[in-house]
């Protein structure tokens, strides 16, 4: 029992870094990261990155498009 308690804690440890990244740029709270949050994190992006990042082209950076972007060192993680 133990041991299953403590592999469920791992899980949760490393599935916390991607949540906390979104939820450190989103300031607004609708789970989207915009062009003005995400500039606000990283003051170099420019909006042709921002496009980049923005593949399904809605305006803004989801969860998936910002996990993507960050593996694909297209952005850092943000700093904790
Ligand atoms: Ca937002
Ligand atoms: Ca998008």
Redesign the pocket.
């Given at each position: 029992m133990r041991r299953v308690a403590a592999g469920a804690l791992v899980a949760v440890l490393f599935a916390a870094p991607a949540l906390a990244a979104l939820s450190d740029?989103?300031?607004?709270?609708?789970?989207?990261?915009?062009f003005d949050?995400l500039v606000a994190v990283y003051p170099d992006l420019t909006e042709e990155t921002f496009a980049d990042l923005d593949t399904n082209a809605d305006g803004?950076v989801d969860e998936a498009e910002l996990t993507a972007a960050i593996e694909a060192d297209l952005l850092a993680a943000p700093a904790q």
């Amino acid at each position: 029992m133990r041991r299953v308690a403590a592999g469920a804690l791992v899980a949760v440890l490393f599935a916390a870094p991607a949540l906390a990244a979104l939820s450190d740029i989103d300031t607004d709270g609708d789970m989207l990261a915009s062009f003005d949050e995400l500039v606000a994190v990283y003051p170099d992006l420019t909006e042709e990155t921002f496009a980049d990042l923005d593949t399904n082209a809605d305006g803004f950076v989801d969860e998936a498009e910002l996990t993507a972007a960050i593996e694909a060192d297209l952005l850092a993680a943000p700093a904790q």
